[in-house]
């Protein structure tokens, strides 16, 4: 009668207890490659890449390079910092460094001392312009047309 699909999508949302964890009084030195959810409390000294979702705890610090799908900060980032999707800043986060993200969430309060760069639109056009050089010229001159034409 009940439908148990809301719970199965809330389920893959959250981190398990296979997931990755770095608990508050451990310190990392190193790289991290991973494709699981990463929840840091500790500290990190090294570059962080490939996890699906990354949350910096209040008491958490990270200090080098992290590339990844989301992330939620509380605590203390300074290096740089490569978020596709969304970056979520809350009210205690400290940001020092160099950040490229797909959308970005800032609380109150939030510190950032940082290059913040979004990806967007633009950037995949030019990418995909550049990547097909050989293509037909009158094909190219249609999608330079296309790609200059503002968003309906």
Same mark, same amino acid.
């Given at each position: 009668?009940?439908?148990?699909?809301?719970?199965?999508?809330?389920?893959?949302?959250?981190?398990?207890?296979?997931?990755?964890? *770095?608990? =508050?009084? %451990?310190?990392?030195?190193?790289? *991290?490659? /991973?494709?699981?959810?990463?929840?840091?409390?500790? $500290?990190?000294?090294?570059?962080?890449?490939?996890?699906?979702?990354?949350?910096?705890?209040?008491?958490? /610090? #990270?200090?080098?390079?992290? &590339?990844?799908?989301?992330?939620?900060?509380?605590?203390?980032?300074?290096?740089?910092?490569?978020?596709?999707? !969304?970056? %979520?800043?809350?009210? !205690?986060?400290?940001?020092?460094?160099? #950040?490229? #993200?797909? $959308?970005?969430?800032?609380?109150?309060?939030?510190?950032?001392?940082? &290059?913040?760069?979004?990806?967007?639109?633009?950037?995949?056009? =030019? !990418? !995909?312009?550049? &990547?097909?050089?050989?293509?037909?010229?009158?094909?190219?001159?249609?999608?330079?047309?296309?790609? /200059? =034409?503002?968003?309906?």
């Amino acid at each position: 009668m009940f439908s148990d699909k809301k719970d199965k999508q809330t389920r893959n949302m959250e981190p398990s207890a296979s997931q990755n964890r *770095i608990n =508050e009084g %451990t310190e990392l030195k190193g790289d *991290i490659i /991973s494709s699981g959810f990463f929840r840091i409390d500790g $500290k990190v000294e090294g570059n962080i890449s490939k996890p699906s979702k990354v949350v910096i705890g209040k008491n958490g /610090s #990270v200090n080098g390079k992290l &590339s990844c799908e989301d992330a939620d900060i509380e605590g203390r980032f300074d290096g740089n910092l490569n978020v596709a999707g !969304t970056l %979520t800043l809350k009210s !205690t986060a400290h940001i020092e460094g160099e #950040v490229i #993200v797909g $959308k970005l969430a800032v609380e109150p309060g939030a510190t950032i001392n940082a &290059s913040c760069s979004m990806q967007g639109a633009k950037k995949a056009t =030019e !990418t !995909t312009l550049i &990547s097909d050089e050989k293509a037909n010229p009158y094909d190219r001159q249609q999608r330079l047309k296309k790609a /200059s =034409e503002p968003l309906k």
